[in-house]
């Protein structure tokens, strides 16, 4: 340890509680990793401040020895946002976890960032009410962590991302001041830093305050599950229903693999023999449910589903997503390791796409499973295969690389709803060009001039992209000269 | 004229064509003031480029001569936003009028800036698609204009602003380089620059290109014309409507005068007698309407109810609706002059914030007419008065200024759709602290390192704040003494 660092963590010391502040090994291990465990980093040190003015103190210390901090909630990511700095203080919220204000007549919420994502809808069930995005994760994810990486779910087709369900965020600047932004209005005046910050990884500040949306409890709602035998049909049956104006609550599709694993797991009753199943989920208010249920049921007649079964009640509703919702580890019984996915593309691309994973599976020789959110295009391809033989992490990684380029190529995003982080960091040099991505670094100059806050992560620096030839580099050059400081 | 700017003169000449810069006074003085014609400045002159390479060859001479810019679309925006410089160039962007692409598989179109609002709804009117934000002006006032305003209107209660009803950018920077932002995914990865630029009033860069997202039009539509003989019902019902979990395409409210100065001038068959009339429209598929439709009714029989009115068919519904499109000119009738204020407030303060403009009504002795998206808390007070009377102008800023005030009092903001411009310029430093606006100015410089792009606008310097008192200056310091480079 460096004396620049024994100096900052006596520093911590002398104002934090002792259990407020740890060091040894065998405290910061379970801290090394978040959902991404593939990538394992121990930090300098994890604080776990339980108040904004600890917060502050911290943050004026992080500047003041320049320490880099990564923050982080429930440590659910799936892309290494949160995971540690060798160098680094790792910024632990858990202990944020107040509700401070429920206000039903605006339908809104005032939560620190520790806050579970699913906390906040059972605290407001009383009137009525619930926080609509709602990653997989949420029994367990924070809400501070959804801001930081922009969360989507199952509902983000109708009910949007975490973006459009915030109206106010406060938050501590690199250089340990509050700044507060957005309001209960519709539209702010001034720049909209309130979307600049959703989804900033953890790059642009700290949140310590969110104020949410809260939206009425749909009347009633009413699940589908439908069958097809060739997975091009069910991607028509996607487009379809979109195009017919019909949003529905949830559109997900899971391709054989899929539906087999989670049949097993969970006996939902799926159709095995399926070789795609949609699950199609309306809500709304009760003749607008049964009416949309009629037209979906017709549209995937014409697309050639070859079944379709509309739950009785709610316990069949359940028991159809219970499938959905445990393919993941249903998945993860097929093999040793999985490596989830997460792109967008086009809906009109799916079945194009769907076949050119289905032809990479087959060079790579690993099987791929796809289980998604088919109505906003979101894919998460879950590659199997066995990090004990030597060199398939290596061609697993190379794979999803390629999903993630093809995704590109086909006009969509190397990303859904999961970030960026460490995990697709070289991807975003494909996705972005020079100029662009020197933007971003000219957005992260603005908010934090010495480069604090997680480093490293969400945005490649210009020469890793060139290191990378995913860049023209011309006689030694970068292709914009005046761009070399980034 | 100085010599450098003579020299630039020269410099556009020599590449634009002779209809594509106006330099004589007759010439520019079409160009002297937007909507907001209360502001009045002759331009240095005025650039019609007629494609995007000529944008990037003039911009980049404004760099080398150091010559401000100011970007216009159509000139209907309400707060000064395009309100020439006198040593600046009025770009002007209508010449790209093209709609360049339509998608109706993905429900998206690419258009250029200058492209009308309605033609975008005109030219994909036949995919059963439309573009959802509606701002009043919408058969004159560009899509450029749009984007850089985020632009509302009578339905972004259900279907949200300009922000949120568009997919990618191409812009041009102030250092003359094209810049795409967004994509056709849900989220994009990297910081949300497609939001940023949004609203962003032509500080950040030139707006070249917007892909848009279409919408199916609605099955069917229902309007409702509710009467109230208390303005405060009015207001409950609105909270009322909200709470139930309905959300209307429009929600407006007026009040007597404004009634009446529609009823004179339309004739809409409006019921004079009323202290204020909620018109209501609901949409989407046909059981869904009429379920909306009753509740709306009994809802508002509870809250007090004079006279429900169902539109029997569409001829009557464009009939009430005609009454609120031509509400403003018909109040322009009751005065030499009117003043539009646009601010928004939490819904719930509607009754308390509608009785306090009334009083300061009686205090100024300045009629306020009210019409308004009652639905999202946007407020339009138009006040009367006539410029001709001395002092008359001057007391009428000054009564726009407390109505402001006293949205950001009760939790709102200063700005619901129309942007802050010159007009609201002050009023920021209301509505934001030192470090907040510091911040914004920091995002400036990392678009626009040198303050070409219509300085002076949306956002208020920390000194200009200082001088009008909003802000403690201690010992002739600013606040942050850091932030003094604002």
């Known amino acids: 340890m460096s004396s620049k660092q024994t100096k900052f963590l006596k520093a911590l010391q002398a104002f934090l509680p002792v259990d407020s502040l740890l060091t040894g090994e065998e405290s910061l291990r379970p801290y090394e990793c978040d959902g991404l465990s593939a990538y394992k980093q121990l930090p300098l040190a994890v604080a776990l401040p339980g108040n904004k003015n600890e917060i502050i103190r911290i943050i004026k210390l992080c ?5 880099p901090v990564v923050t982080r909630g429930a440590g659910t990511g799936l892309s290494g946002g949160a995971l540690p700095l060798e160098n680094g203080l ?25 806050v579970r994502n699913l906390a906040i809808s059972e605290a407001v069930s009383d009137h ?65 830093l309130l979307a600049l910050m959703t989804g900033s990884e953890g790059l642009l500040g700290i949140i310590t305050e969110i104020t949410v ?58 159709p095995v023999e399926a070789t795609a199943i949609l699950l199609c989920e309306v809500d709304g208010n009760s003749p607008e449910v049964d009416d949309y249920t009629k037209k979906i049921h017709a549209l995937c007649l014409q697309c050639g589903a070859t079944e379709i079964r509309i739950a009785a009640d709610e316990k069949e509703q359940k028991k159809l997503w219970a499938g959905r919702k445990a393919a993941f580890p249903a998945i993860g019984r097929l093999a040793p390791d999985y490596y989830c996915m997460d792109g967008t593309i086009p809906r009109h691309c799916l079945p194009e796409v769907l076949k050119r994973i289905s032809d990479m599976a087959k060079e790579y020789d690993l099987p791929v499973a ?10 998460h391809p879950l590659i199997l295969y066995d990090a004990n033989i030597a060199g398939q992490l290596e061609k697993t990684e190379q794979f999803g690389g390629r999903i993630l380029e093809l995704c590109v190529e086909v006009g969509g995003a190397i990303t859904g709803e999961h970030g960026v982080g460490i995990e697709k960091i070289d991807q975003m040099c494909v996705q972005f060009k020079p100029l662009e991505l020197s933007q971003f670094h000219a957005i992260k100059d603005a908010f934090d001039e010495h480069g604090l806050l997680n480093p490293g992560k969400a945005v490649p620096t210009l020469h890793r992209c060139a290191e990378l030839g995913a860049m023209h580099v011309h006689n030694g050059q970068l292709p914009h000269p005046e761009l070399e400081r980034f």
Chains 1, 2 share one sequence.
């Open 90 to 114: 790792l910024l632990n919220l858990t202990r944020l976890n107040k509700i401070l204000k429920i206000n039903p007549e605006n339908r809104s919420a005032v939560v620190q960032p520790g």
């Open 128 to 192: 009525g009410l619930y926080y609509a995005p709602d990653p997989s994760s949420q029994i367990a994810c924070s809400i501070g962590g959804n801001v930081a990486e922009n969360a989507g779910g199952v509902h983000s087709l109708k009910y949007g991302l975490t973006v459009h369900n915030i109206l106010k965020l406060e938050i501590i600047t690199a250089e340990g001041e509050l700044l507060t932004i957005g309001s209960q209005a519709l539209d702010s005046p001034g720049y909209d």
């Open 213 to 270: 949306k809260l939206l009425p409890k749909p009347e009633r709602t009413q699940v589908l599950l439908v069958a097809f035998d060739d997975v091009a049909n069910a991607g028509k049956a996607v487009s379809e229903i979109i195009s017919a104006g019909i949003i529905p609550a949830g559109l997900e599709l899971m391709d054989s693999l899929a539906i087999k694993a989670a049949e097993d797991f969970i006996h939902a009753g799926y």
């Open 370 to 379: 796809n289980v998604f959110h088919a109505g906003d295009g979101n894919l």
């Open 63 to 67: 500047q003041e020895f320049k320490i």
